[in-house]
């Protein structure tokens, strides 16, 4: 990268601590006035940073526009994919990718076990939103006035006896998932199938999606499937990583 390019664009993260003079870019930058303002100004021309009445500069608009377009031509199912693929490869077992939209959690994604014995999702199916652990994931993401309103709203079927019965137990596990930052669903939507999952975090620290791995009793048990967890968090952060384009994902602070 010339010198040129690496002022310029070392000018971008100082603005986004807040507007900045002048002198106080050319300070940062270690350069003469002239400098700061010669680059200053190419950022300018771009929309890239504005100059304020006060004779302060700040991020521009454009950069803005930019990042939005940017995050909505990203498509977590093509990044996730490969990673899925290669989880499934190590661990053998079904592994799916899920988002929130439009008050259901949808599979989006799926890599079939390798085992005979095969789960019966699908892709583009909703998951039972009160037991499954991508459900739990990307809803323990929300607000808590939101987690409160959709569990409010909810049915709560008792499929097993250790599905969630009622809003205060869903609200409970949202909490814990929030804490912790992953989630199962050991028996809770049908007694003979165990399932572990990790969030997929955007830039922003939000979850837009969640990653499971799921096995039947007859393959592994629970306590078999839970050792698997770091490496399935691993992907996950993995994931998040490169769909975000940083190099960390924390979650963001409500």
């Not at 199962?184 to 003979?192: P, V």
């Amino acid at each position: 990268m010339s010198q040129t390019v690496d002022r310029a664009l070392s000018i971008l993260p100082l603005l986004a601590q807040g507007p900045a003079d002048l002198g106080q870019v050319a300070e940062r930058l270690g350069v003469h006035k002239s400098t700061a303002l010669r680059l200053l100004r190419t950022l300018h021309e771009h929309g890239l940073v504005y100059r304020q009445e006060d004779q302060r500069y700040r991020l521009g608009a454009r950069l803005f526009a930019l990042a939005q377009e940017a995050v909505e031509n990203l498509d977590v199912r093509g990044i996730a994919h490969p990673h899925l693929v290669a989880l499934n490869d190590r661990c053998g077992h079904t592994v799916h990718l899920a988002v929130y939209e439009e008050q259901e959690v949808l599979y989006i994604d799926k890599v079939e076990s390798r085992y005979p014995v095969r789960m019966y999702s699908r892709i583009g199916k909703p998951v039972a939103i009160t037991v499954a652990a991508v459900a739990k994931l990307l809803l323990a993401d929300l607000t808590e006035p939101e987690r409160r309103a959709i569990a409010d709203k909810l049915d709560y079927p008792m499929y097993t006896s250790r599905s969630t019965p009622d809003a205060a137990a869903f609200l409970k596990e949202l909490a814990v998932v929030r804490e912790q930052g992953w989630a199962t669903d050991l028996g809770g939507h049908e007694e003979s199938i165990n399932c572990i999952g990790a969030p997929i975090r955007g830039a922003d620290g939000r979850v837009v999606a969640a990653m499971s791995v799921s096995a039947p009793n007859v393959v592994v048990t629970a306590e078999e499937l839970l050792t698997l967890l770091p490496l399935v968090r691993r992907t996950a952060e993995t994931i998040s990583r490169e769909y975000s384009g940083s190099g960390t994902n924390r979650p963001r602070k409500v």
